[in-house]
């Protein structure tokens, strides 16, 4: 609280959209009275599956009611703007599986839901060792999780922003979206287009136009870098006019669906894009790249053709594609 009384008045903020991402596991009306008194507007909560079996697969128990709870805890304080952190492609997740979730999650109404595919990165996530990953969803039925999940809450009303993140009507992203006004950055979609992003604590990533930083990883030393009155940023990328440009092309077809492109991009993307595009699942208006609307669950493949960093794991995704697409519910495929 001393924190951010203090973040408030050092950047005069008046009218600030507080946020709050919490592990429901260690919520408690206690909390939900802390959150109400530090005039939060928006709580994040790491929902990820309802099935019973997916939890103990994954070391995260949160059984449904106790997420009840926490849900009308935080209306109980005024706090009604609730997002949902879902995932697919757990071990052992079956469509059923999902379906039950999403009926849940419809039923408890948040005004934001994410669904996000579980990538299995042991080697990065240390925790993810623990995971039995012999039983995880082959990418034809990730693919079928991933639609089904855009199926089900269209049809429930909510408004689709990208390709993985749904909103009520009335939430400001979905306002957002219908104006063409949403943006990405490291949280995911959202309504907030500033060219600059402050991260304050460990691990925490900046973003400035021309330049990406990340903070000490490590508490303890981060703290001994803040009282020794030193930056905490221990490594960062400067990025150049060709990755600007590769951004704005990023950018554009995550978030509107489209992109204009130069002159001097265009027979190489309309070389790279050729697989996609004999599967309608794009188009080309001249200079124009549009994703079609059957495409959108491949628009995170089809944007990341523009990703000079990662050809290689794109090789084999386009390797998989035809087969991805035979097993799809999409017209277009």
Not at 187 to 213: C, K, M, N, Y
Not at 246 to 252: A, G, T
Request: glycine share 6%; proline share 5%; aromatic share 6%.
């Amino acid at each position: 609280m001393r924190l951010l009384d203090l973040l408030l008045t050092l950047f005069d903020a008046h009218h600030p959209e507080i946020s709050i991402e919490l592990d429901p596991r260690g919520f408690s009306a206690e909390w939900a009275l802390v959150l109400a008194a530090a005039h939060v507007t928006r709580v994040s909560l790491g929902v990820q599956t309802f099935a019973p079996h997916i939890q103990q697969a994954i070391g995260r128990i949160q059984p449904l009611s106790h997420i009840e709870r926490v849900v009308a805890g935080l209306r109980l304080r005024d706090i009604n703007a609730i997002n949902f952190d879902l995932m697919y492609g757990l071990p052992g997740q079956t469509l059923a599986d999902l379906d039950d979730t999403l009926e849940e999650t419809i039923r408890l109404a948040p005004s934001r839901i994410s669904l996000f595919g579980y990538a299995h990165l042991p080697h990065m996530i240390p925790r993810q060792r623990q995971i039995d990953a012999s039983n995880l969803p082959d990418h034809k039925l990730r693919f079928e999780q991933a639609w089904r999940g855009y199926e089900r809450l269209t049809e429930a009303g909510y408004v689709p922003v990208g390709f993985d993140h749904f909103a009520l009507p009335s939430d400001p992203l979905a306002d957002a979206a219908r104006e063409g006004r949403v943006s990405r950055n490291f949280q995911g979609f959202t309504e907030d287009d500033s060219p600059v992003l402050i991260g304050i604590g460990a691990s925490a990533i900046s973003r400035f136009p021309d330049l990406i930083v990340q903070n000490e990883k490590r508490a303890g030393v981060y703290r001994d870098l803040i009282a020794a009155g030193q930056l905490t940023p221990v490594r960062g990328v400067v990025i150049d006019a060709d990755d600007r440009e590769r951004r704005r092309i990023i950018r554009e077809l995550l978030c509107q669906g489209n992109a204009c492109l130069e002159a001097g991009w265009l027979r190489s993307a309309h070389t790279a894009l050729a697989a996609f595009e004999r599967l309608h699942i794009l188009r080309w208006d001249d200079d124009r790249l549009v994703v079609e609307d059957d495409g959108l669950p491949y628009a995170r493949l089809i944007a990341a053709q523009f990703d000079r960093h990662r050809g290689a794991i794109l090789r084999d995704d386009l390797e998989r594609l035809p087969s991805i697409c035979a097993g799809s519910t999409t017209n277009g495929a």
